[in-house]
């Protein structure tokens, strides 16, 4: 009679082997993944803020300037809240005409009411961070592409008084969570120079020194945080510095329209 041939089935040694191959294939492409994760969104973010650039461009085109940063007491009060006040209008639907015959309170010439200005920028439906403020919901700020989305701040230059370009640096500054406004990582004026000169220029700003001479805006990028951070032995967060950073000893992730 012809004999039946045994059926092989795995050991667990095989098994164990096999299970251990898989896990560091993951382990392996993992961090690949993500990698190439932070980078689409580092593009999208990019993206996002080139057409905020060209709608701050469209808005100085009708109105002569770029809008203002200043921090205010009230709505709008931080760079942020003023950028998306100032490129959707006060109802999303432009100035003019499409705001009831309203037009931005900086600008000094005068523009026909009838007519509708922008909006000159929309972002998508996830694009824009609402919170409530003095009981009502408004936009605070438009967001970049990562998860949890960071908010994008904005800071309009200006020229001090012996004619600097130079950027106020609590534009975005003393209302609301810290880090969510920047000044965690930007806890000084001197620190905020520091991350927003050219690199490997003095932290004391000089003409010339900044990328751009027109606006800054600024996404906390990846790690959610503003400007450069450093982590201790057990996980703990703090500032660096760029000098610290430059050593290897902490990382800046931030995306802004001047790299």
Sequence with gaps: MPQRSAKHGFTLTELLIVMMIIGVLVSLLV????????????????????????????????????????????????????????????????????????LPEHTAASRPRTRTYGPYYQADEDGILWE???????????VDAFKPPGRIIYFKAGRNDDGITTYQWDDNGSSGTEVQQGWSNYPSEERFYEW????????????????????????????????????????????????????GEGSYDDITNWN
């Design 31 to 102: 961090p690949t993944v993500s990698r190439a994760i932070r980078m689409v969104r580092g593009t999208m973010t990019r993206w996002i803020m080139d057409d905020i650039g060209l709608g701050l461009e469209a808005y100085k085109a009708d109105f002569g300037d770029y809008p203002p940063s200043e921090y205010d007491v009230s709505y709008p009060q931080t760079g942020a809240e003023k950028l998306v006040f100032y490129l959707r209008g006060p109802r999303g639907d432009g100035w003019g005409a499409g705001a009831a015959g309203h």
């Design 132 to 142: 409530k403020v003095v009981g009502n919901t408004v936009p605070v700020a438009f």
């Design 196 to 247: 927003t000169t050219k690199k490997g220029t003095s932290s004391v700003p000089t003409d010339g020194a900044y990328y751009r001479h027109n606006y800054l805006l600024v996404s906390p990028g990846q790690d959610g945080r503003f400007g450069a951070i450093k982590r201790d032995e057990n996980g703990n967060v703090s500032v660096a510095t760029r000098e610290e950073v430059e050593n």
